[in-house]
């Protein structure tokens, strides 16, 4: 791999290892390996994927999460996602070093769809590290394009099109200028010539993640790789990777 994350093909290299797994997070993966198989039979999964800080080697101990993503081999049940739940909760309970655990379920078609090739697909081949079988073997290589940022990150003016109380998610070490730090929801002019949208502020990854939870839904979140507590790429999916609304995209940007 170059300086750049490339392949000496200019392709992207996954940007996660385990062997980069930090010695405070082998017993916790381990664990999660365990449980993912003890629960998840063959017949319900694929394959099973590390993502985030603690493939990175990036993790800090009491501080991140441990962020799983489950390759189904059917569209996920609320049997899978309440089996998900119980193991999000155990490694949480029996793991002080991470600060929670997130496990994210999609099925297998859905990953390997063509619609899905520059989102899902992306995600998959370069932001996951596989913990078994590797569904980045059915899929393409990925190279830094124009088409690659469009696709990840979605259509702006489309997405603002199609949300009915659109609103905008800034994230910074501090307010944008003509800002005040006090208010969380200020008038911003929209950069594609639609009609004014709101703006909400957070200052670190940590504060953006509960913007979802705290006001209505959002039409566009825009976000840095890196921030304080928390990154880009781990946030996006923790917020939801894809809207189901046309368009709309919440992918993290440099």
Same mark, same amino acid.
């Given at each position: 791999m170059?300086? #750049? +994350?490339?392949?000496?093909?200019?392709?992207?290299? #996954?940007?996660g290892a385990l062997e980069r797994v930090a010695a405070a997070f082998t017993p916790v993966v381990d664990a999660a390996r365990a449980q993912i198989a003890g629960t998840f039979?063959? /017949?319900?999964?694929?394959?099973?994927?590390l993502y985030g800080s603690v493939p990175r080697g990036t993790a800090v101990p009491g501080v991140s999460d441990l962020?799983?993503?489950?390759?189904?081999?059917?569209?996920?049940?609320?049997?899978?996602? /309440?089996?998900? !739940?119980?193991?999000?909760? /155990?490694?949480?309970?029996?793991?002080?070093?991470?600060?929670? /655990? +997130?496990?994210?379920?999609?099925?297998?078609?859905?990953?390997?769809?063509?619609?899905?090739?520059h989102d899902d697909g992306f995600f998959i081949t370069c932001l996951c590290t596989p913990l078994g079988p590797d569904l980045a073997e059915r899929l393409p290589r990925h190279r830094p394009t124009t088409e690659l940022a469009r696709e990840t990150n979605g259509d702006f003016a489309l997405v603002q099109r199609h949300a009915s109380k659109p609103r905008q998610l800034a994230l910074g070490p501090a307010p944008r200028p003509n800002t005040t730090a006090g208010p969380r929801l200020i008038t911003a002019p929209s950069a594609t010539g639609v009609e004014p949208r709101e703006l909400v502020t957070a200052s670190?990854? #940590?504060?953006?993640?509960?913007? &979802?939870?705290?006001?209505?839904?959002?039409?566009?979140?825009?976000?840095?790789?890196?921030?304080?507590?928390?990154? +880009?790429?781990?946030? !996006? &999916?923790?917020?939801? !990777? !894809?809207?189901?609304?046309?368009?709309? +995209?919440?992918?993290?940007?440099d």
């Open positions: 170059t300086e #750049r +994350g490339l392949a000496h093909d200019g392709t992207i290299e #996954r940007e039979t063959s /017949a319900r999964l694929h394959s099973a994927y962020d799983v993503q489950l390759a189904l081999s059917h569209e996920p049940t609320e049997a899978d996602r /309440a089996d998900a !739940r119980a193991i999000e909760t /155990a490694l949480d309970h029996a793991f002080p070093q991470i600060d929670g /655990a +997130g496990i994210l379920l999609t099925s297998t078609h859905v990953l390997l769809s063509e619609l899905e090739r670190s990854g #940590r504060d953006a993640l509960k913007s &979802p939870l705290d006001h209505e839904d959002f039409a566009v979140i825009i976000m840095d790789v890196q921030m304080p507590g928390i990154d +880009g790429y781990e946030i !996006r &999916p923790a917020g939801g !990777r !894809r809207s189901e609304r046309p368009g709309s +995209g919440s992918g993290p940007r």
